[in-house]
């Protein structure tokens, strides 16, 4: 086991310098005030250690800056709005790119002729909390315009989880003086300059303002529409329009101590989901505003309380429960049932990476969704069968059969990647990471009608690819010459393991698929599946990455996501060697996942005492950011943010490691693990989804007790027993304890 007591030496030294930041509790420095409620985040300064979080509800997501609403510009987090699946390619432009849309949650207040801002007269009591119950992000604080008067005032903004196509904002204002005051409703705060306008309207009489737009290049109309509530007698009601912008203005007179509440309720709607979105927008919007500020978000927080039933309980560590919650909190602003346009890395938080889709979607976010949240989960493969045409067409194109997915897509599925991105060229695993998510969605739902229907032309397209891709060789066998791994340190490589273990299985599964679903299959692609080399240095027992490897440093996990997710037959001795090889090799500066994929190795593997619970640290700790638990794509607030792609991963280390969940097509596999640190109160998956059943897992101490909660009868699987769960009832199995109590 000389693997292991290397693996501990290392990962102790890495961790200690990673968490080096860290409070003796072991939080990062934060600008967060502590709560009673896990599921607030609450922030007490904006000077230092902020970075704003986002509303979302998988159809709009609007990041909100320390000001509580409007439209902030900054070069690094930037408060945009991003509607699901709407590009554009203005002129210049090599691809398509995220549209920046118009603002919709301004609801400005005006003092003596001043606007509202944090950079504007001076600011008190400043607070801001994120509630992970519903949603809503809400700010309030003192205000002192430069005319000397204080007001507080108290934002609270949504998107609506219960209506797609809908978000809010309100304002309750208590000035300390007497006079007039002005609230303008505003539709168009930061929209960019590449956006065509089309109409702006402000109606007094019905309280209402609307605003289009249309993308270039991708010709989208986005409409926004809003309903302005009050109960005050107004002075003055103003409307304006101008281009890409339209508000209303509503001056009223204010007494002292009073609170007056402003709300204003938005309809979203774009042309790739209605014949006229700006009707749909208005329709959305007069009916959200007849439900009040106060209805709707009643309707929200029930939404969402039907998410939070399935979640990752973590009693023992409070500061890693949140950071849990966070995770699972962000993916799921950026998804819901029944928008096909899959995730970005950054989802809809920003416009990062053009907001283009990426093997990030299948293998990092994926997973989880698909074991917490089937019904989100689902987005990511219909996306795929949705965007097909393109797939086929970047393999027509590049010279192979079948269908060869992007390796960065967006609206239909072409290449996206930038010119002069080598991972435009080489980068192409993405075909079999798609083609895995395919069969665990079935292997998920048991729907074999939709494996037939829709999952049996992307694996037969992406079996065709890989069947052309192959260059025979010398001797019968096959090479996959040219191309890059996930290790993106190197490229134009030859027999690359990653992309060779993923074409082969990508082959081998649509063989199976075929035998499932009556269909024939290609001779050629058990041909070229059995005569690809997966490479292995007999001397050292070790994986070389591809051929010619000479031991340099990599970018981030590759050849060990052999054991997970591939579960590439092989000794166990094989894996704990390219763990033991590679983590030493993978750059420090990497992206955030790497680690989670470390963790669940080790587990995994059997990797005893230290090296899986400070892989599960690495994860998180050197990536998270105050005060609202989002992860940077790299160390220390560097790179993308919010990176759900490495809270993807994070997630992944608690379901499919320390659960040691897999998906199997006739049972519950699990191989439940825990650390000395967690094991006072265990750690509780609550609520799993599995083949139209949910079963709850709770990892104690020296047991693990498995329920199901709803469903028919299944096996479950460990690694020390088999045995039927019924409905109601529950099965006992051993949990394995690591060791880990001087490990940090």
């Not at 003596?112 to 992000?137: C, E, F, K, P």
């Not at 799921?332 to 093997?359: C, I, K, Q, T």
């Not at 059943?693 to 469903?711: E, H, N, P, Q, Y």
Request: proline letters at 6%; aromatic letters at 10%.
């Amino acid at each position: 086991m000389a693997v292991s007591a290397r693996l501990v030496a290392l990962t102790a030294a890495i961790v200690l310098f990673a968490t080096s930041p860290t409070s003796a509790a072991g939080a990062p420095a934060t600008s967060a005030a502590p709560t009673s409620d896990p599921f607030v985040m609450t922030a007490t300064s904006y000077t230092s250690g902020y970075s704003p979080a986002y509303v979302g509800n998988g159809y709009v997501g609007t990041r909100i800056p320390a000001q509580g609403m409007g439209y902030v510009a900054a070069s690094t987090v930037p408060t945009t709005t991003i509607v699901a699946g709407v590009w554009q390619q203005a002129p210049g432009q090599d691809v398509v790119s995220a549209a920046p849309l118009p603002g919709w949650n301004e609801l400005r207040f005006t003092e003596g002729g001043a606007d509202y801002s944090l950079s504007s007269g001076t600011v008190a009591n400043w607070r801001q909390r994120v509630d992970m119950h519903t949603g809503a992000i809400s700010t309030e604080l003192d205000w002192t315009s430069p005319a000397g008067h204080t007001t507080h005032l108290a934002y609270d903004v949504f998107a609506d989880r219960a209506r797609a196509h809908v978000a809010a904002v309100r304002l309750r204002l208590t000035p300390s003086w007497s006079g007039s005051a002005r609230v303008t409703d505003v539709l168009g705060s930061g929209a960019s300059s590449d956006l065509l306008p089309v109409s702006a309207t402000a109606n007094p009489g019905h309280r209402r303002v609307t605003l289009a737009v249309k993308t270039q290049g991708t010709n989208v109309t986005v409409a926004f529409a809003s309903r302005l509530g009050f109960t005050v007698k107004p002075l003055a009601m103003s409307p304006a329009t101008a281009v890409r912008q339209a508000s209303l203005a509503v001056d009223f007179a204010v007494q002292p101590g009073t609170t007056y509440e402003f709300s204003k309720a938005v309809g979203i709607a774009t042309s790739q989901d209605s014949g006229d979105p700006l009707s749909t927008a208005d329709s959305q919007s007069a009916t959200a505003a007849s439900a009040g500020f106060a209805g709707l978000l009643s309707e929200d927080a029930a939404a969402w309380a039907a998410l939070w039933r399935s979640d990752i309980v973590l009693p023992d560590d409070p500061a890693m429960q949140r950071r849990i919650r966070a995770a699972e909190f962000y993916l799921a602003e950026s998804l819901r049932p029944g928008v096909d346009w899959s995730v970005s890395p950054v989802g809809l938080s920003s416009s990062g990476y053009n907001d283009h889709v990426f093997w990030d979607a299948e293998t990092w976010m994926y997973p989880s969704l698909l074991l917490l949240h089937p019904d989100l989960a689902a987005s990511v493969v219909g996306y795929r069968a949705r965007t097909l045409d393109g797939a086929r067409a970047n393999a027509k194109q590049t010279g192979y059969q079948g269908a060869r997915f992007a390796w960065e897509s967006a609206n239909d599925g072409t290449e996206q990647t930038p010119t002069w991105a080598e991972t435009r060229t080489y980068e192409q695993h993405i075909t079999a990471d798609v083609a895995l998510a395919q069969w665990q969605y079935y292997l998920a739902t048991g729907d074999r009608s939709w494996l037939a229907n829709q999952a049996w032309p992307v694996l037969e397209g992406t079996a065709d690819f890989w069947a052309s891709r192959a260059t025979p060789t010398a001797g019968g066998g096959y090479a996959i010459n040219h191309i890059e791994g996930p290790d993106e340190h190197h490229f134009d490589v030859n027999n690359e393991v990653y992309s060779n273990v993923a074409a082969i299985t990508n082959l081998r599964l649509a063989t199976r698929v075929a035998a499932l679903i009556g269909k024939p299959a290609d001779p050629a692609w058990t041909r070229v599946a059995d005569g690809l080399p997966v490479l292995l240095d007999p001397t050292a027992n070790v994986r070389p990455e591809f051929e010619g490897y000479a031991g340099d440093t990599i970018k981030q996990a590759d050849v060990v996501m052999l054991t997970y997710p591939w579960e590439w037959a092989e000794s166990a001795a094989i894996g704990r060697n390219d763990l033991d090889y590679y983590v030493p090799r993978t750059d420090p500066d990497g992206p955030a996942m790497t680690d989670s994929i470390h963790a669940i190795d080790a587990l995994a593997l059997g990797v005893p005492g230290c090296a899986a619970y400070q892989f599960t640290l690495r994860s998180v700790l050197p990536f998270v950011q105050p005060p609202y638990d989002q992860f940077t794509e790299a160390r220390n607030g560097q790179g993308t943010f919010t990176f759900l792609t490495g809270e993807g991963g994070f997630l992944q280390a608690f379901l499919y490691g320390w659960g040691g969940f897999r998906w199997r097509g006739d049972r519950i596999h699990l191989d439940p693990a825990l650390p000395d640190q967690w094991a006072a109160h265990g750690l509780t998956l609550r609520r799993l989804s599995y083949q139209d059943r949910t079963f709850t897992v709770s990892i104690g101490a020296k047991a693990t007790t498995v329920t199901l909660d709803s469903g028919p009868s299944v096996l479950v699987e460990g690694p020390k027993k088999t045995a039927t769960l019924s409905p109601g009832g529950s099965v006992t199995m051993p949990t394995r304890r690591l060791a880990t109590a001087g490990c940090g």
